[in-house]
């Protein structure tokens, strides 16, 4: 590697910079040390709008709607260790019975459990309901 760097400089010329040091000197000198005067009052705002914001506008979408309010919802809550749902054999959901209104409105409360809370996964006994 390094004798690749060596090499660049056999190929590209050598650059070079002329910098006038007293003028940057200068400029960085009256950046440090600011002199009050009439140049520093108050430039007023720093944004500007070209029209006034209307307090009555309510988004309706977005990721952040609705971020300060609790929702109420009828969700299940998740059951915890040592209940007894979690102690019997969970019951297997026939295939024919899936499309049942019942199992949809278990499923998405399943789904709606599983959105809210931390995690990847939930099962049906999780929220209190011993099906499988």
Do not use: C
Request: hydrophobic share 40%.
């Amino acid at each position: 590697m390094e004798l690749l760097h060596k090499f660049s400089f056999r190929l590209l010329p050598p650059v070079t910079f002329n910098f006038n040091h007293t003028r940057l000197a200068s400029l960085y000198l009256s950046t440090r040390f600011p002199v009050p005067g009439p140049a520093f009052s108050d430039p007023g705002p720093l944004f500007t709008s070209r029209r006034p914001l209307s307090s009555s506008v309510v988004s309706k979408a977005g990721w952040f709607l609705g971020l300060g309010e609790r929702k109420k919802t009828s969700l299940p809550e998740i059951v915890k260790a040592g209940d007894p749902v979690l102690h019997e054999p969970a019951k297997e959901v026939d295939p024919g019975e899936i499309g049942s209104e019942r199992i949809q409105n278990i499923i998405a409360d399943m789904v709606g459990v599983m959105r809210m809370a931390p995690g990847v996964g939930l099962a049906a006994p999780q929220i209190g309901i011993p099906l499988r």
